[in-house]
Nanobody, 122 residues
Framework: QVQLVESGGGLVQPGGSLRLSCKAS????????MNWYRQAPGKQRELVAG???????VYPDSMKGRFTISRDNAKNTTYLQMNNLTPEDTAIYYCHAAIQTLDWRSAAENYWGQGTQVTVSS
């Protein structure tokens, strides 16, 4: 079994910063890609940032500039640094990863965390 656990969410004032963490644990062999998504009330889930095992990153145009994704392969952890937050960034932030388990008979699978709430409000 594999688990993803996010942390670091909370309430922050406009213009503030937060750093989210997502740690993967369990029967892990290789974590290929790690992504952050978010879902605001009444909206579809959207990609915030992604990072490959070798460190290459991808950001949708709307997310460039204020969000920075990183990862520590030794800790099976990815981070999302969020700066200059606005109320429009209020959402549940989810961690996603494509993981190959130690069972090499199975292909890599997608795993999701439970989400962490980020609220930007004065």
């Amino acid at each position: 079994q594999v688990q993803l656990v996010e942390s670091g969410g909370g309430l922050v004032q406009p213009g503030g910063s937060l750093r989210l963490s997502c740690k993967a644990s369990g029967n892990i062999s290789i974590i290929h890609v790690m992504n952050w998504y978010r879902q605001a009330p009444g909206k579809q889930r959207e990609l915030v940032a992604g990072i490959m095992r070798v460190g290459s990153t991808v950001y949708p145009d709307s997310m460039k500039g204020r969000f920075t994704i990183s990862r520590d392969n030794a800790k099976n952890t990815t981070y999302l640094q969020m700066n200059n937050l606005t109320p429009e960034d209020t959402a549940i932030y989810y961690c996603h990863a494509a993981i190959q388990t130690l069972d090499w008979r199975s292909a890599a699978e997608n795993y999701w965390g439970q989400g962490t709430q980020v609220t930007v409000s004065s």
